[in-house]
Every structure is written in C-alpha cells, then in structure tokens.
C-alpha cells in the first residue's frame, strides 16, 4: 500500500478532512513558511485527529532547527514523526528522539548513482533509527513545497532500494501516473491539493481515493 502524507495542514478541518479520507501522514510545518503553524496551533490540530481515532500520523516539518529543541516541540505538539527538510547532517539526524523522515532535494544535473550515495550514506549513519527518504525537486532558495515535479523515472531506481516519498508537483490529477512509474513508499503533496493557497477539501479526498485506486488496481 502507497502512504498518503498531506502536508501544510494549518487548520483542524483540513486535518480531519485527510485524516477521515484515509490519509496515512498530515505534515505540520514549524518551519518559515506560508503554512507555518505555531506550537499552539499543532497542538490543537495533533489533539483533535487523534481524538478523531483515526489512525493518521502527525508529522512535524522543520528546516535547520536545533535538535533540542525539534525536540521539545515534538513532544509537547505529540508528533509521530519529525521530517528534516533543511541542510541537517546525517550525524545531526542521530539526536532526533522521533521516528524520521529526511528530505533529500534532487536536481536535474544528479545522478543516479550520486543519489544512491547520498541515501546509502543516511542508511549507514542512521542504521539504529526509523527513517524513510522524502525526495523533492531542488529549487534555489526553498526547502519544499516548490509544487514543482522531478525525474520520476530517477525515482524509480532509487525507490527499487530505499523507502522513499516522492513530493513535488503531485495532484490527484497525475498521482496514479507517479505511483505507476515510480513504486514509491509513499507520495507527499501539499499545494496540489490547494485552491488559491487554501487547503481544499475535495481536492484533499480525490488525491487520497486516487492513491487508492491505483494501489487497488495493482493488486
């Protein structure tokens, strides 16, 4: 089964939206960001899925924070999971007390094998953790939600070894087509599920019945 993260959550509506349509992550951002959310704010929305008894996990999203303090924001907002999406070092990810989830930015000049690399390096360092690879496209001056797509068929190869989410211009529009070609672990979307910048019901159900589908009819 393909996981299901809804990232960018900023309201529990939204949140309750996903987490009823199956999704199986919602990502909080604590990062500068137009979908950043305060510490109160996650709290709030982390408390009302999991009183929903849903079982959709909370994500916490963060960019070159200080593990300490990754920390206690996991704790005190009760994330499942904390996704690095800034410049951290393998060696850093190691002081994350929360199951992981690293992004890795590709651009269009890398390699297959120098992404190979890059992951073999997380997996060695980061052998005694719980962690997966998100891959995103690489755009100069942002650390995600670029809503920009990237060599699915790169991904593919990479996904043949390592557990990876593939984000970046995902819709319920070409979700299936991804998944088809990539096989990944999981897919991640934020702004393709967005009217006008606003997390838009609807769209957040279509992506995850359009994942679904497609796992179904691979079965």
């Not at 962690?131 to 650390?143: A, E, I």
């Not at 070894?161 to 096989?183: D, K, Q, S, Y």
Request: one cysteine or more.
């Amino acid at each position: 089964m393909t996981r299901v993260k809804i990232c960018g959550i900023r309201q529990k509506i939204h949140a309750l939206a996903a987490a009823e349509a199956g999704a199986d992550f919602i990502g909080l951002i604590f990062a500068p960001s137009q979908r950043q959310v305060t510490p109160v704010q996650a709290a709030k929305i982390a408390a009302a899925v999991k009183q929903s008894g849903h079982a959709t996990e909370i994500v916490g999203v963060f960019v070159n924070m200080p593990a300490t303090e990754v920390n206690k924001i996991a704790d005190d907002c009760h994330l499942d999971r904390v996704q690095l999406s800034g410049d951290e070092p393998w060696e850093y990810c190691c002081e994350i007390n929360k199951p992981l989830i690293k992004a890795v930015r590709v651009n269009r000049r890398q390699s297959l094998q120098e992404i190979r690399e890059v992951l073999a390096n997380g997996a060695s360092v980061l052998a005694h953790q719980k962690h997966v690879y998100l891959l995103d496209s690489r755009v100069k001056g942002k650390f995600g939600g670029t809503g920009m797509t990237f060599n699915w068929s790169l991904a593919r190869q990479v996904a043949e070894h390592f557990p990876v989410i593939i984000a970046g211009g995902l819709t319920p529009e070409n979700v299936a087509r991804a998944i088809r070609m990539v096989a990944p672990w999981g897919v991640d979307t934020s702004s393709g599920v967005e009217v006008d910048g606003v997390k838009h019901v609807a769209r957040i159900r279509a992506f995850i019945e359009a994942v679904r589908r497609i796992d179904a009819n691979q079965r």
